[in-house]
């Protein structure tokens, strides 16, 4: 694993997170994870292509690994980086703030479900009043039954104030989600031109906003839509219910199968049998609704291989190492 820096701030005293500056590992597997569940340009419309957005999101997983790397400080860029043009360091630094903030918004939070306002919106799972976007441009459910939004931003280079006063402004427009206020509506910026990557999470004081946004979600839709890319993976490449952890079962399916039909010579055996597998808990595979419940049951899984979501890749993945 490798150190992120991550500040906390601006947090009411009831709330279950502490501010100040701490150090958190971040493993291979966490950012892969990840990427797959929020490491998506809604512009792009991939949530509407099912197992098709998954890849593409998968796609970009593996691609973070391009120009992460550890140093002795902690996980920072690679130096390649800036040999990339503008545009191309725009998208990558969206990705690496997207990911990043699902990984913190589990951990400092308390929130395993976090994925984009757009794809619950287009799905039907959350309806809102305003057509604003102005908006968080994420939203988590945690292991309480509370909701939060999130706005998360990425920057390669160093950013003025404003920024951070813009993005906490869009989080904190969202005033009601089924009549009350979310826990959190927090800014979630990713510097990544600093050593190691630091992370801000600001939440703004809360506002009583006559034109802010009142939501709301449909619990078993957020769920169902949560994992749907996934679970259409599952069933498109030939799931198999094979990988267990403690007495919890997953259904499974390698990854990128399609690489190994149009390779021109034999893979070898040794290489072939430790590509990874992408896993979802059994459970959940066959009742997205029942996440909750069925994540209360899971057994300890000291390898990291499990996400707090139940989303899990399986087989072989080196971590980082240091430069």
Same mark, same amino acid.
């Given at each position: 694993m490798a150190i992120v820096n991550i500040t906390c701030r601006n947090f009411p005293s009831a709330s279950t997170v502490t501010n100040g500056q701490f150090l958190r590992d971040v493993s291979r597997r966490a950012i892969m994870r990840a990427m797959v569940t929020v490491g998506a340009q809604s512009l792009l419309g991939v949530f509407s292509f099912g197992w098709r957005g998954f890849l593409h999101r998968f796609g970009m997983g593996l691609s973070a690994f391009s120009f992460l790397e550890q140093s002795s400080s902690g !996980?920072? !860029?690679?130096? &390649?980086? $800036? &040999? %990339? =043009? +503008?545009?191309? #360091?725009?998208?990558?630094?969206?990705?690496?703030? +997207? $990911? %990043?903030? #699902?990984?913190?918004? =589990? /951990?400092? %939070?308390g929130v395993p479900w976090l994925t984009h306002v757009d794809q619950m919106r287009k799905s039907g799972a959350l309806t809102t009043a305003s057509g604003s976007n102005e908006r968080g441009d994420l939203v988590g459910r945690g292991t309480t039954g509370k909701w939060h939004v999130v706005e998360a931003k990425g920057r390669s280079n160093s950013y003025p104030a404003s920024l951070i006063a813009k993005a906490k402004g869009q989080a904190a427009r969202v005033t009601f989600i089924h009549g009350q206020s979310p826990a959190t509506t927090s800014a979630c910026i990713t510097s990544l031109f600093t050593q190691p990557i630091s992370v801000l999470l600001d939440d703004p004081p809360a506002k009583n906003d006559p034109k802010g946004e009142h939501w709301q979600i449909a619990e078993d839709g957020f769920f169902r839509q949560y994992y749907r890319g996934i679970i259409e993976y599952l069933r498109a490449f030939g799931f198999q219910?094979?990988? /267990?952890?403690?007495? $919890?079962?997953? /259904? /499974? $399916?390698? !990854? @990128?199968? @399609?690489f190994w039909d149009i390779f021109p010579y034999r893979t070898p055996r040794s290489f072939y049998k430790g590509r990874l597998k992408l896993g979802l808990l059994a459970n959940i595979f066959n009742a997205p609704e029942r996440a909750p419940d069925v994540l209360k049951d899971m057994p300890h899984d000291d390898e990291g291989k499990v996400g707090s979501d139940g989303i899990a890749i399986f087989g072989p993945m080196t971590e980082w190492k240091p430069i």
């Open positions: !996980l920072c !860029l690679a130096q &390649e980086f $800036a &040999e %990339l =043009d +503008m545009s191309e #360091k725009g998208a990558a630094t969206y990705w690496y703030g +997207m $990911a %990043l903030a #699902k990984i913190i918004a =589990d /951990t400092e %939070l219910h094979e990988q /267990t952890i403690g007495n $919890a079962t997953f /259904t /499974t $399916a390698p !990854l @990128f199968p @399609f």
